[in-house]
């Protein structure tokens, strides 16, 4: 597979131009849902925006980079979501049922954003799917468990830090696995949040429980 330019060229600086660039993103997420990634184009992302080839090349060589930013503002979105929640927290109860309540919570907050964001449920299954857009999950994926690494971390000093690493990629795998699934089968979506809730919180409770020995 060849390598493609991933990064946008230019970071607008003047009114005009930022008004153009993020009316590339919107086209462009909106299109996903409508045509599907195969049949995208550059050319057709310029036409229903109104502007001219040169102008959209002066910001993303591709239509991959454009998939690329939109792919890096949702996953970011979704890591402030994580953040917000475990500084709330979200990791912190008193009981399993208050737990899983918790973990319901978090997910039903990144689905919803998910469905918020301009084509995102597209953008998630491009960036699921696509080898070229792969490092968007992968960093995502670590950014997603990098807050509850550090509160388990801190909870937990004497364990090394490669098992909590390995604790917390588990625990949000399993809840980034859970919120693609939803987009996959919507009508199921609230058994989902509810089943993933109960395993993620089960295993948490019973972490805690033995994390300290062996």
Not at 108 to 137: M, S, Y
Not at 148 to 155: G, I, K, Q
Request: proline residues 4%.
């Amino acid at each position: 597979m060849r390598d493609v330019d991933l990064e946008t060229k230019a970071a607008p600086s003047q009114d005009r131009a930022r008004t153009t660039f993020e009316k590339i993103l919107t086209v462009t997420g909106e299109l996903l849902g409508e045509v599907g990634f195969e049949r995208l184009s550059t050319n057709m992302i310029c036409k229903h925006a109104g502007i001219t080839p040169p102008a959209l090349y002066r910001y993303f060589p591709n239509k991959y980079a454009i998939l690329h930013e939109l792919g890096e503002r949702l996953t970011s979105a979704q890591e402030k979501i994580v953040t917000s929640w475990v500084e709330e927290g979200g990791l912190e109860k008193n009981s399993l049922e208050e737990t899983i309540q918790s973990f319901m919570t978090l997910i039903t907050r990144i689905n919803e954003q998910n469905r918020a964001f301009v084509g995102g449920l597209w953008v998630i299954r491009v960036i699921r799917v696509t080898p070229r857009l792969k490092g968007v999950r992968v960093a995502s994926r670590d950014n997603y468990a990098a807050p509850a690494f550090e509160r388990l971390r801190d909870a937990y000093p004497e364990l090394p830090e490669e098992r909590v690493r390995l604790i917390t990629r588990l625990l949000t795998d399993v809840i980034y696995a859970a919120a693609e699934l939803a987009i996959d089968e919507p009508q199921d979506e609230a058994e989902i949040i509810l089943h993933t809730s109960i395993m993620v919180a089960s295993y948490y409770e019973k972490m805690q429980e033995f994390l300290g020995r062996g």
